[in-house]
């Protein structure tokens, strides 16, 4: 078992609409939780961080995550064609390990 | 600001030969690392560095190996290159300590091609 899954996709969804992105864990020792976005032939940039439990909202983005079933959402409300990108879902223990990634969603914004 | 910087963008390579990737970052951070992306994967950890001198093994680091001199460049050297090691490589930095420790900041890439 992958200690991060992520539906690749691609995800292919219509402007303005609500988008939903999701990951599961398997490690229970992670503590940090981040969505990356990554344009093509781009590094990652970081969207969202969020430590523990709990959500976080930063404009049209919500990053939640529930540790007891080990499940991390991203929320993008009023999806707009700029948004189209590849997302990724890291987490990570603390200290100076590196994050564990999930494959990335490709999300598609039709305008 | 530049942020972290990588070099080259493109490189292909034979196979059997070595070649080093350049990283360079002016936030002045302590920790660094270097990941791999192949076509639908996610990101893999190659190896790091939490300051100059002091290298450890990530996740894939056959193949690879590491050096720390300074706080600014971190080069990740290609021994006897191998097709698998076709792949996107990523460079990355961070601070000490809370939130910071958690933020990551990529490079560029540097697109590999081993052929």
């Known amino acids: 078992q992958k200690e991060v899954e992520q539906d690749p996709g691609p995800l292919s969804v219509p402007e ?3 988008v939903s992105l999701n990951c599961t864990y398997s490690n229970s020792a992670f503590q940090y939780f981040m969505w990356y976005r990554q344009y093509s032939r781009k590094g990652p940039e970081l969207l969202m961080y969020t430590y ?4 976080k909202e930063d404009g049209r983005f919500t990053a939640q995550v529930d540790k007891s079933s080990k499940y991390i959402s991203l929320f993008i409300r009023d999806s707009q064609p700029s948004d189209s990108a590849t997302y990724l879902c890291a987490t990570h223990r603390g200290g100076a390990d ?3 990634f999930g494959k990335g969603t490709h999300l598609i914004i039709q305008p | 600001n530049a942020g972290v910087t990588q070099t080259p963008k493109f490189r292909i390579l034979k196979i059997g030969q070595s070649m080093t990737l350049q990283c360079t970052q002016d936030m002045n951070h302590n ?5 791999r992306q192949d076509p ?6 190659i190896y790091y560095s939490v300051g100059a001198g002091i290298t450890d093994k990530g996740e894939v680091p056959n193949g690879y190996n590491v050096s720390r001199s300074t706080t600014e460049d971190f080069p990740l050297r290609l021994e006897l290159a191998a097709p698998s090691q076709t792949s ?3 460079c990355a930095s961070s601070d000490i300590g809370g939130r910071a420790q958690e933020t990551q900041y990529f490079g560029p890439g540097t697109r590999l091609l081993v052929l």
């Open chain 2, 40 to 45: 639908g994967m996610g990101l893999k950890l």
């Open chain 1, 16 to 18: 303005g609409a609500i």
């Open chain 2, 88 to 90: 996107v490589y990523f």
């Open chain 2, 31 to 35: 920790y660094m690392y270097w990941y």
């Open chain 1, 52 to 55: 523990s439990s709990g959500n």
């Open chain 1, 98 to 100: 590196g994050l564990t």
